[in-house]
Each structure stands twice: as structure tokens, then as C-alpha cells.
């Protein structure tokens, strides 16, 4: 399978805990995303990378929020004393500039906090 | 503030019928948009696209219609199969940027 792929599929913590999300994106992609998903809403933007460098962050992602993509390879996300109100579905995309640019989504991690 | 709206949250359409879902946006700057099909439990996958520059796109049974003048865009389905049934989220995309509404969950009944 060389699509994106996320890991975990599921997280369960309880406040106050740090998660961490792993995303291995298309192997020839070069720009890779994480996005957040509650029920009934769209993807909304958190980061975005471009190889390693990272080009922009949303005012969405607090400072308990930081991703890394060393290498220009894989990337994590990285919640610290998490919220109940991280709860969410956490999505990672990978495009190739230069394309029509669409977005290729892994399955998701999904992070309930007690 | 929301730069692509989808303000039907659902659509329901007889099977063998046309479904047509519709986006709005605010940006005159992005350049794509882009349609998204979900499944319950999965990461949204890509549908179909098209270029500012279009004002419509074909792909089998998927056509994506963009007005600019009016902002606006719409997917058309026909014929309509009960495996469309979906959640579909409207794209926008501009310098890299990419922005979602917040999903049409289509129904097609057999």
C-alpha cells in the first residue's frame, strides 16, 4: 500500500496526558498536512509542510500543538496536557507541488480525552 | 470565518437520478477547487477538480461546474448510485493553502 498512512488509528487518553501522531505520507510527495476534524465540520487546517521546512501553522494550533517533519520524510504531531476539547479526528494529507495540487488523506487518528 | 460554505447539510436523490451539490466561496484568489468524498470512518478521498481558469470539468459520471462571477460551484452526479451515498466536502486552494466547507452528506435511495 503506498498511500498515506496514519498511526494510530485511535488514541484514548485522559487529560493532562501528551499524545503523539505519527503520518507517513506518498513517498514522492514533497508537501504534507495535518488537519482537524470534529463531527460536522470540514478538515480545518493546523500545519503544513514543505519537505522539512515548516511553512505555516494555523491560529488554531496552540502552544500545546507542535508537528515536526525531520528529514522531509514522516511527520508527528504532538499534543501536550491535552483538552477535552482536542477530542477530534486528526488527518494527514501529502500533495506534490506542481500537480493540480489535490490532497491524498490518510485514514486519520482519532483522539478521545477524558 | 468560513472562506467555502456548503449550506445544504444533506441531500437525499432517488437512485438513476441527478444529484447536484453546491459550494460557495468568499477568496477570489484561489486558483483550485476541489471535490472530496468520505466514508464514515475513513480519510476523505479526492473526487474531482478544476482550474480557475474552467468553468467546468467532466470525469464519468462526475461533473464539476465553477462560476466565478458568482463565487460558486457545483458537482453534479448522474446517474446517482446507492454506493455515491457520502459525505462530500467542497475545496478551495490557493498558494498551498487548501480550505474545506463543512460537508454535504448525500443519500441516494435504491
Known amino acids: 500500500d503506498t498511500g498515506v498512512s496514519q498511526d494510530p488509528r485511535h488514541k484514548i487518553t485522559k487529560r493532562g496526558q501528551n499524545v503523539t501522531f505519527r503520518c507517513d505520507p506518498i513517498s514522492e510527495h514533497n508537501r504534507l498536512y495535518w488537519y482537524r476534524q470534529t463531527l460536522g465540520q470540514g478538515p480545518e487546517f493546523l500545519t503544513y509542510f514543505q519537505n522539512e521546512a515548516q511553512l505555516e501553522k494555523s491560529r488554531l494550533l496552540s502552544d500545546r500543538f507542535s508537528a515536526e517533519r525531520p528529514k522531509g520524510s514522516f511527520s508527528t504531531l504532538e499534543i501536550q496536557r491535552t483538552e477535552q476539547g482536542d477530542s477530534a479526528m486528526y488527518l494527514c494529507?501529502?500533495?506534490?507541488?506542481?500537480?493540480?495540487?489535490?490532497?491524498?488523506f490518510g485514514e486519520g487518528s482519532r483522539l478521545t480525552v477524558l | 470565518d468560513q472562506q467555502v460554505k456548503q449550506n445544504s447539510p444533506s441531500l437525499s436523490v432517488q437512485e438513476g437520478r441527478i444529484s447536484i451539490l453546491n459550494c460557495d466561496y468568499t477568496n477570489s484568489m484561489f486558483d483550485y477547487f476541489l471535490w472530496y468524498k468520505k466514508y464514515p470512518a475513513e480519510g476523505p478521498t479526492f473526487l474531482i477538480s478544476?482550474?480557475?481558469?474552467?468553468d467546468k470539468n467532466e470525469d464519468g459520471r462526475f461533473t464539476v461546474f465553477l462560476n466565478k462571477s458568482a463565487k460558486h460551484l457545483s458537482l453534479h452526479i448522474v446517474p446517482s448510485q446507492p454506493g455515491d451515498s457520502a459525505v462530500y466536502f467542497c475545496?478551495?486552494?490557493?498558494?498551498?493553502?487548501?480550505?474545506f466547507g463543512t460537508g454535504t452528506s448525500l443519500t441516494v435511495i435504491p
Open positions: 478544476i482550474s480557475s481558469i474552467k
Open positions: 475545496a478551495a486552494s490557493a498558494l498551498g493553502q487548501f480550505y
Open positions: 494529507a501529502s500533495s506534490l507541488v506542481g500537480t493540480a495540487g489535490e490532497l491524498f
